[in-house]
């Protein structure tokens, strides 16, 4: 069985402008999450999508974005970037996102901001 | 709601055994436990629902105190495998959101 697939797996920007990252979960499963993780702040909740409805959003400023697609693949898009946004951004996928399922977690996006 | 780790950092020699804390101020649901080698990522280990449940995995169990709201991690006997960083993460509600503590980082030494 494939895992979850992250794509692009770096990405090199400048501040303004705007990036979107991709997430392939695991066949069959319906949620798929999305964190930040840097080294001060660990994992950061961004948000989690279920049958393309955004379920759960953590506290991340509006422009940080996502949705999900009809075969549960999701997008996180992030505009205006700015230079805190330097992170490794992962994606985990669940069955159906609840509190008894584990999460899988892809390879992540490094995004740098120059 | 972010979970506090304890401790930040644990050094062992192989065989030693350790124990990772994760505490928390709310009424937990559940407890998640995941393991992260340097560039690569998390890699589930197990789930311990409220109900003072403890589970095994191989060398590594972990149970959790609902009275205390707290959740430990216990590896025995290390191997050199084991290191890596730890991460507990806990929700409130059943189809809550995970939230993560910062880590301890775990080095094994021959």
């Known amino acids: 069985k494939a895992g979850v697939t992250q794509t692009p797996r770096y990405l090199i920007k400048t501040r303004g402008q705007q990036v979107t990252l991709s997430c392939s979960p695991i066949?069959?499963?319906?949620?798929v999450s999305w964190y930040q993780q840097t080294p001060g702040q660990g994992l950061q909740f961004l948000f989690e999508?279920?049958?393309?409805?955004?379920?759960n959003k953590g506290n991340f400023p509006g422009r940080f974005s996502g949705r999900q697609f009809s075969n549960s693949r999701s997008e996180m898009n992030v505009s205006t970037l700015e230079l805190g946004d330097s992170a490794l951004y992962l994606c985990?996928?669940?069955?159906?996102?609840?509190?008894?399922?584990?999460?899988?977690f892809g390879d992540g996006t490094r995004l740098s901001i120059l | 709601q972010q979970p506090v780790q304890s401790p930040q950092a644990v050094i062992l020699r192989e065989g030693e055994d350790a124990v990772i804390n994760c505490s928390s101020s709310?009424?937990?649901?559940?407890v998640h436990w995941y393991r992260q080698k340097h560039g690569e990522a998390p890699v589930f280990l197990m789930i311990?629902?409220?109900?003072?449940e403890q589970k095994g995995h191989d060398k590594i169990s972990a149970s959790f105190n609902e009275k205390k709201q707290q959740s430990s991690l216990y590896l025995t006997a290390s191997q050199l495998s084991y290191s890596g960083t730890y991460f507990c993460?806990?929700?409130?509600?059943?189809?809550?959101?995970?939230?993560f503590g910062r880590g301890t980082q775990l080095t094994v030494w021959p």
């Open positions: 985990a996928s669940s069955f159906l996102g609840e509190s008894n399922q584990p999460q899988h």
């Open positions: 066949s069959g499963h319906r949620s």
């Open positions: 999508y279920f049958s393309e409805t955004q379920r």
């Open positions: 709310k009424a937990l649901y559940s």
């Open positions: 311990l629902l409220k109900g003072g």
């Open positions: 993460g806990t929700e409130y509600s059943t189809l809550g959101r995970l939230y």
